[in-house]
C-alpha cells in the first residue's frame, strides 16, 4: 500500500497514508482495501478496538481517500478513548498544507461558517442545507505564486470535508478538487496532479502519560512536483 510508519509507542501508532487509500470501508467500496485491512492484518489485536470495530479499528479520525498524511491509530481501547476525548475537547492540533487556485489577500485569515449536507448528495455546503454544524477554520499563506499559492491549514472542527468546502467557499479551491473546484478550475492542467493537492502534514496530542507528541509527515512526491511547476511556470492557463 506504500504505507510508511512515521511513529509508533504501545498505545498508539500514526502513519503517513498515501493519497487513493480509503480508511475504511463504505457502502459503495466493499472491494477495496483499506488502511482499516492494513491495520488489521499488521496489527491483529486492534480488531477489537473502538467504537465500531468492525468497520473501523482503532481509528479515531480520517481522511478523504484522496487526501494524503497523518493519520492517527490507537492500539488499545484505553487509548483510543482518551485519543476520542482529545480530539472532542478540540486538543489536538491539526495542520494541514494546501495548493489552492488564486492568491488570498491577506497572510492569514479565518473561515468560519456553518457547513451542511446538500440535500439528495454526500457533497458540503455552506449554504443552507441539512444538519448544519459549526466549522472554523484558520490559514495562513506560506508560498505565492502568480494566482496560486501554498497554505498551512488549521482546522478547529473536524466537520467532514472542512477544509475543502471552507476554501472553496472564499473562492480558493484546492487544486485538483474535482467535488468542491469551479468549473474554470477543473480544466486547468498542472502535470502530476490527479487529485486534491490536500495533505496532513502535521498532529500535535498528548500520550496517556501526558507528554506532547509531535507527528509529522513530508509531503508526497506529486504535492512536491505541483510546487515545483508553479515555481517554474509564471502564469497559469
Given at each position: 500500500m506504500g504505507m510508511k510508519i512515521i511513529y509508533e509507542d504501545p498505545d498508539i501508532l500514526a502513519v503517513n497514508k498515501p493519497a487513493g487509500?480509503?480508511?475504511?470501508?463504505?457502502?459503495?467500496?466493499?472491494?477495496e482495501e483499506t488502511l482499516a485491512d492494513w491495520i488489521v492484518k499488521k496489527y491483529p489485536d486492534v480488531a477489537k478496538v473502538g467504537d465500531?470495530?468492525?468497520?473501523?479499528?482503532?481509528?479515531?479520525?480520517?481522511?478523504?481517500?484522496d487526501t494524503s498524511g497523518v493519520i492517527v491509530i490507537a492500539k488499545?481501547?484505553?487509548?483510543?478513548?482518551?485519543?476520542?476525548?482529545?480530539?472532542?475537547?478540540?486538543?489536538?492540533?491539526?495542520?494541514?498544507?494546501?495548493?489552492v487556485f488564486g492568491?488570498?489577500?491577506?497572510?492569514?485569515?479565518?473561515?468560519?461558517?456553518m457547513i451542511s449536507l446538500k440535500p439528495g448528495t454526500t457533497k458540503r455546503t455552506v449554504h443552507k442545507g441539512k444538519m448544519p454544524k459549526e466549522a472554523v477554520t484558520d490559514y495562513k499563506v506560506i508560498e505565492r505564486f502568480?494566482?496560486?499559492?501554498l497554505l498551512e491549514v488549521y482546522?478547529?472542527?473536524?466537520?467532514?470535508?472542512?477544509?475543502?468546502?471552507?476554501?472553496?467557499?472564499?473562492?480558493?479551491?484546492i487544486m485538483g478538487d474535482q467535488?468542491?473546484?469551479?468549473?474554470?478550475?477543473?480544466?486547468?492542467?498542472?502535470?502530476?496532479?490527479?487529485?486534491?493537492?490536500?495533505?496532513?502534514y502535521k498532529v500535535e496530542l498528548e500520550s496517556l502519560k501526558g507528554t506532547k507528541i509531535t507527528l509529522k509527515?513530508?509531503?508526497?512526491?506529486?504535492?512536491?512536483?505541483?510546487?515545483?511547476?508553479?515555481?517554474k511556470t509564471p502564469k497559469l492557463q
Open positions: 487509500l480509503l480508511v475504511h470501508r463504505t457502502p459503495k467500496k466493499d472491494a465500531k470495530p468492525e468497520e473501523r479499528p482503532g481509528i479515531v479520525h480520517r481522511l478523504d481517500k488499545s481501547q484505553r487509548a483510543f478513548e482518551n485519543l476520542k476525548d482529545q480530539f472532542q475537547s478540540r486538543l489536538i492540533s491539526k495542520t494541514y498544507r494546501a495548493i492568491n488570498p489577500k491577506q497572510d492569514t485569515g479565518t473561515i468560519e461558517g502568480e494566482n496560486a499559492a482546522p478547529k472542527t473536524g466537520r467532514t470535508h472542512q477544509i475543502r468546502v471552507h476554501l472553496a467557499s472564499i473562492n480558493h479551491p467535488l468542491y473546484g469551479s468549473k474554470s478550475s477543473k480544466k486547468v492542467f498542472i502535470p502530476k496532479l490527479d487529485r486534491q493537492m490536500l495533505h496532513a509527515a513530508d509531503e508526497p512526491e506529486d504535492f512536491l512536483a505541483v510546487l515545483q511547476y508553479l515555481r
